[in-house]
């Protein structure tokens, strides 16, 4: 059974940042693609980012040089570092077992987390 466990959102003031992990387990996560994505309350949710095994990543353009994927086969865990945060960051972030061996980019797979509140304030 695939379990996604996302951990480190929290309130920031705009300009700081927040690192989220995620750790992975009941998958090869060395095989799989993953990514975060995110959902603010009355919209639809919306890729963030995603890395694929040979760690190409992909992002949405409204975080583009300011947030950063990456992953730790090791450690079952692919983190979101984001830094300079704006107010329409403020969403609950899911991670995503997007699949095995996909390019970083694609469609998201079925398997989420929880989900982890990153409130940004003005």
């Known amino acids: 059974q695939v379990q996604l466990v996302e951990s480190g959102g929290g309130l920031v003031q705009a300009g700081g940042s927040l690192r989220l992990s995620c750790v992975a387990s009941?998958?090869?996560?060395?095989?799989?693609?993953m990514g975060w994505y995110r959902q603010a309350p009355g919209k639809q949710r919306e890729m963030v980012a995603q890395i694929s095994v040979s760690e190409s990543t992909h992002y949405a353009d409204s975080v583009k040089g300011r947030f950063t994927i990456s992953r730790d086969n090791a450690k079952n865990t692919v983190y979101l570092q984001m830094n300079s945060l704006k107010p329409e960051d403020t969403a609950v972030y899911y991670c995503n077992a997007v699949g095995i061996y996909q390019p970083a980019g694609v469609r998201a797979g079925n398997s989420w987390g929880q989900g982890t509140q990153v409130t940004v304030s003005s």
């Open positions: 009941g998958i090869m996560f060395h095989r799989y693609t």
